[in-house]
């Protein structure tokens, strides 16, 4: 039963969709591989520990209030019904692929039962608004969260249904979605924060129910019209200064601009809509072009959660909330399904290992909100949700629930097929198994990725099958079976007979390289970062020696680099520097210390920074006076 669930994002047969997803259960990593720990590591410990936070935080209580259960004070943000609807949508995939883990079984019945208790007659559903605020409701929706919310309920819904769990959760929904539709058919009125957009597009994909995919491309068409009250920020961090066909840049509220974009793919793809995706081409242009951390970070600025000018990407001053960066990888997904291009998905692995990566311990209980690229000695961010550790809970808990949504359902993002063809973007040791034309499909696949390039696929069909292997844009050099490979699109296409099972050979080589930033990016000019396959490497203080200061220390871009593993970091890169210590403590006008004395630098993968111990750390290193 398991293997015919459908994953996140199923385009309808009718819409306009090169690349056709395939079954949540179709793909299957190997234990020991790095995306199956995480995805072991979810489910055994972030997802219990989000159910348990939700408790302790008291985001539950906050519905129970509705029914009545509890009588308190509210606790938790306004908009904190998402986290619990998140960790059911997580939830929901988690079954969809292991149905007999009792507790997480009964935590999405308890939930949906109590979720179903806090509706009102009518179908509305919002723990603040119908206690604490009845006579607002959507009266001030550009900073309520109601439709937010509302969004993130259709989504765990409609993760509910694919995964054929939780059939109250879906009749919960589909009744707020269909208030929503009655309450918004003639009001001209958008949301503050995007997410309703996609979740009723997936809502429709579900459902086969029209007029949710058309109350989705009203709110589009509605957007950028200066509906908003945009009393503390302005119109740009709503997306609400100008209509998303004739924008030209990504703006405002990092998270806001990119769910927008998810459902503006959604949307476009559903409509055939070519002059909607070509916006979402041109902004995806303009957020990759000029405004993304190396890491896949998005947002430099902390004040708004935005994304800043162009090349305005601060290492020490980057924002890139976890869920900017996970709702980067669901764009990057949906553009990937809707033209076929290989750049998108390299964006979702750069942002998956890196940026999303990195936001959780690897305990799986303590995480980041906010993800610099560089830690300064005596950093303190307590006050801005960018702490030196990673916590295990925020006032704001929005980034864990999505890390288990994401993580729950990652098997989903590996593979597509289309007439003929089935196309691997992710890499990792595990199988596929699919059809293609109707035709059976075995794909066995053996690779120590991302620590090693070398990967082996072992393929069984009767079908004359096209394999298209992802050539990632860093990955130069790259043979199959030998040969070198050609690429177009970001793509390697393979042609063999199958039948008997035939192994194809690719090899993506993995040096550490140097990477140097876009000049105009003046943050970093006169750094270096170092990079091995998809994995951007920093230094942390604590593999230097006692009392040398991480800011003091420079590379040679020059020297060669060896591998060397560490306790948890299966490929640590060792490389020479010096330790530039400043000439005098004058701020200005002190000048630099000389070339310095030689210092063997470790780089271990950004991602598994801050495990060993708390402590500075920098992505981006100066490199060394000549
Ligand atoms: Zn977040």
Known sequence: MTERILGPVHPTSAAKSPLRPLFLGAVAFAPDSLLGDWQARNASRTLPHCVEQLDAAGALDNLRRVTGEVDADRRNMWFADSDVYKTLEAAAWQLGRDPGDAELRAFLDTTAALVAKAQ????????????????????????????????????????????????????????????????????????????????????????????????????????????????????????????????????????????????????????????????????????????????????????????GDPY????????????????????????????????????????????????????????????????????????????????????????????????????????????????????????????????????????????????????????????????????EGALIDGVPAEVRDGYAEVRRDWTSGTTVTLELPMPARVVRPHPRIDAVRGCVAVTRGPLVYCLEQADLPDGVVLEDVRIDPAAQFSDAPLPDVPVALTTRGRVEVPASDELYGAGAGGPGEPVELTAVPYFLWGNREAGPMRVWIPVAAE
């Open 312 to 475: 305005e990407l601060p290492p020490d001053r980057a924002y890139g909330e976890t869920c900017a960066a996970i709702a980067s990888f669901q764009w990057n997904w949906r553009m990937l399904l809707a033209t076929g291009e290989g750049k998108y998905a390299d964006e979702m692995e750069r942002a998956l290992y890196n940026a999303i990566a990195g936001s959780t311990a690897l305990d799986g209980t303590h995480f980041f909100y906010a993800n610099p690229l560089h830690l300064r000695t005596g950093h303190d961010g307590s006050h801005e949700d960018a702490p030196s550790q990673r916590l295990p809970w925020y006032s704001c808990a929005c980034c864990p629930p999505n890390l288990a949504r994401l993580v729950a359902s990652l098997s989903g993002y590996v593979a597509t097929t289309d007439p003929g063809g089935l196309q691997v973007h992710l890499y990792a040791a595990g199988t596929i198994q699919t059809t293609v034309d109707g035709v059976d499909v075995r794909v066995e696949t053996r690779t120590p990725y991302p620590w090693d390039g070398r990967v082996e696929l072992t393929v069984t069909t009767r079908a004359p099958l096209m394999l298209s292997l992802r050539v990632p844009g860093w990955a």
């Open 120 to 307: 009102e007659d009518d179908g509305y559903l919002n723990s603040y608004f119908s206690v604490d605020k009845p006579d607002l409701k959507w009266q001030e929706l550009h900073w309520s969260h109601e439709l937010y919310c509302a969004g993130h309920l259709v989504q765990a819904a409609v993760a509910a249904a694919r995964a054929g769990v939780g059939a109250q959760l879906v009749t919960v929904a589909r009744r707020f979605a269909d208030l929503i539709v009655e309450r918004f058919a003639t009001v001209d009125d958008v949301d503050g924060h995007p997410e309703i957009e996609t979740a009723l597009v997936e809502l429709y994909r579900v459902t086969g129910h029209r007029p949710y995919l058309d109350l989705a491309t009203r709110f589009l068409a509605l957007r950028g019209r200066g509906l908003l009250n945009g009393e503390r920020f302005g119109p740009r961090y709503l997306q609400d200064h100008v209509p998303v066909r004739e924008a030209g840049e990504v703006a405002g509220h990092v998270v806001r601009q990119l769910y927008l974009l998810a459902g503006v793919v959604d949307v476009a793809v559903e409509t055939r809509d070519e002059e909607l995706l070509e916006a979402a081409r041109r902004l995806w242009a303009d957020a990759f072009g000029a405004k993304t951390y190396l890491t896949g970070a998005q947002g430099s600025r902390h004040r708004d959660e935005a994304f």
